[in-house]
């Protein structure tokens, strides 16, 4: 599954930004069985899930350290999956992948067996 994440800026502390994930090469009726998630891997740390969506767009999945601040939705008609970062800190500044898996949420990025390239959030101070 290919994926195109975008969205990632520069963006001074309690901010906002908007990342998307769309999947444009899945037919409506596959992209319709995978969990999207998001996670985000800081230099020289961990990759770490922020945010997780099932199909239907019922059930999400936050980190701690996000939760009242990110939302993540998805558009399943435009087979995209955003993911709005309100309240930005300096310690949200992280390269965020979007990731797609069959399998249901996990917490793990060895949950997900498609990626695509990360896009770049800065939050300075």
């Known amino acids: 599954v290919q994926l195109q994440a975008s969205g990632g800026g520069l963006v001074q502390a309690w901010g906002s930004l908007r990342l998307s994930c769309v999947a444009p090469?899945?037919?409506?009726?596959?992209?319709?069985?995978?969990?999207v998630a998001w996670f985000r891997q800081a230099p020289g740390k961990e990759r770490d899930l922020v945010a997780a969506?099932?199909?239907?767009?019922?059930?999400?999945h936050y980190a701690d350290s996000v939760k009242g601040r990110f939302t993540i939705s998805r558009n399943n008609s435009r087979k995209t999956v955003y993911l709005q970062m309100n309240s930005l800190k300096p310690d949200d500044t992280a390269v965020y992948y979007c990731?797609?898996?069959?399998?249901?949420?996990?917490?793990?990025?060895?949950?997900?067996?498609?990626w695509g390239r990360g896009t770049l959030v800065t939050v300075s101070s």
């Open positions: 969506i099932n199909w239907s767009g019922t059930d999400h």
């Open positions: 090469r899945l037919i409506l009726s596959t992209y319709t069985q995978y969990t």
């Open positions: 990731a797609a898996a069959r399998t249901g949420w996990a917490p793990s990025p060895d949950g997900y067996d498609s």
